[in-house]
């Protein structure tokens, strides 16, 4: 039971990953790239890590030189993968946007069909990585940017909520499934979490739909969400 609350905790984690750089190229593609909201994004996440070495300083933990350093700058050495290809990524948004724009709509569908099939298709069931997390966002960012650009209008996207939540029951039970088997097949074990992983095909479709669904609502402006929702990357880097 504990394992099963762990891997609901964490694939919801790796679900949120995908709805926040969904929602971020949502509005991105149609804003300009600013400097200053680059130079903040960067002090910001710099801010953290220092605040956070301080704290374990002062607690008693010591830090050597590459450590202190590596806490100054925790962008380029990676210190938080979200942080450092999120950042990356809205440096690139100015000139993803160009592309995006230069494109056709069937260009630009034919673009995220290939980008699928090669960040999300073939890890998925060949367990063939070809391609970096940096990758990965460009193609939610992709895929947000069409959702903003052109209509939806297959009936199916109605019942995007539904379709979401059941994708994601899905990627935890197979996840479960997997560990049970496991306890017989030891390999069921090895491969649990093929279906759950942050860009499994399931996972994907579960978080597009998620994000369509939750788009079409009718939610009324609230302070209270806004203000929650400006919190959420400063709690994702303490934690």
């Not at 971020?24 to 002090?43: D, I, P, Q, R």
Request: a positive charge; proline letters at 1%; one cysteine or more.
């Amino acid at each position: 039971m504990n394992s099963v609350f762990i891997q609901f905790l964490s694939y919801g984690g790796q679900l949120g990953v995908n709805l926040f750089v969904l929602i971020s190229g949502y509005f991105l593609v149609k804003n300009e790239f600013k400097v200053k909201k680059a130079v903040k994004l960067w002090m910001d996440i710099s801010i953290y890590a220092i605040i956070i070495m301080l704290i374990f300083a002062i607690a008693g933990t010591d830090f050597n030189f590459f450590e202190v350093v590596k806490n100054i700058f925790p962008i380029p050495y990676n210190m938080w993968w979200f942080a450092t290809s999120y950042f990356m990524m809205y440096l690139l948004s100015g000139y993803i946007n160009k592309l995006i724009c230069a494109l056709s709509k069937r260009e630009l569908d034919h673009l995220i069909l290939l980008l699928i099939v090669i960040c999300s298709i073939l890890p998925t069931f060949m367990a063939a990585r070809m391609t970096s997390t940096l990758m990965w966002f460009f193609l939610l960012y992709i895929i947000a940017a069409r959702i903003r650009l052109y209509a939806l209008t297959n009936k199916v996207f109605d019942h995007s909520l539904m379709i979401g939540a059941i994708g994601y029951v899905f990627c935890l039970g197979s996840c479960v499934l997997f560990d049970i088997i496991g306890t017989k097949i030891a390999i069921f074990s090895d491969y649990a979490t093929y279906f759950a992983r942050i860009d499994s095909i399931t996972m994907l479709f579960c978080s597009i739909f998620l994000f369509i669904g939750f788009k079409n609502l009718n939610i009324k402006h609230s302070k209270v969400i806004n203000t929650i929702a400006a919190t959420t990357f400063g709690v994702y880097l303490l934690h």
